[in-house]
């Protein structure tokens, strides 16, 4: 079972831009879906986006049109590039390996990387 770490987190103000990486401990050739996940204070963790094949991604609505998924399977790597952020935005983020196209997670979790949209 590949071990995910999760970075690129920070805090920024709102319409910047972040890139957050999930680099897996293994190949994740093999591994059909992958997503990330977010989880605001006080609230549950939810499934913002996932990548599967080459079907089209999974987005949720209240990141639809401003986050994009991606994966680089030669450096184990999934991304999520985040654009036009807003308060709303402010979480831990975390990556998993789902079973299904939209979860749930089939990895343990990792520390996650937190993200804070202020100005």
């Known amino acids: 079972q590949v071990q995910l770490v999760e970075s690129g987190g920070g805090q920024v103000q709102p319409d910047e831009s972040l890139r957050l990486s999930c680099v897996a401990s293994?190949?994740?050739?093999?591994?059909?879906?992958m997503g990330w996940y977010r989880q605001r204070a006080g609230q549950q963790r939810e499934l913002i986006a996932s990548?599967?094949?080459?079907?089209?991604?999974y987005y949720s609505d209240s990141i639809k049109g401003r986050f994009t998924i991606s994966r680089d399977d030669s450096s184990n790597t999934l991304y999520l590039q985040m654009s036009k952020l807003r308060p709303s935005d402010t979480a831990i983020y975390y990556c998993?390996?789902?079973?299904?196209?939209?979860?749930?997670?089939?990895?343990?979790w990792g520390q996650g990387t937190q993200v804070t949209v202020s100005g």
């Open positions: 293994g190949s994740i050739a093999d591994i059909f879906t």
């Open positions: 990548v599967r094949g080459d079907t089209p991604s």
């Open positions: 998993a390996v789902l079973r299904f196209y939209l979860g749930p997670p089939n990895t343990p």
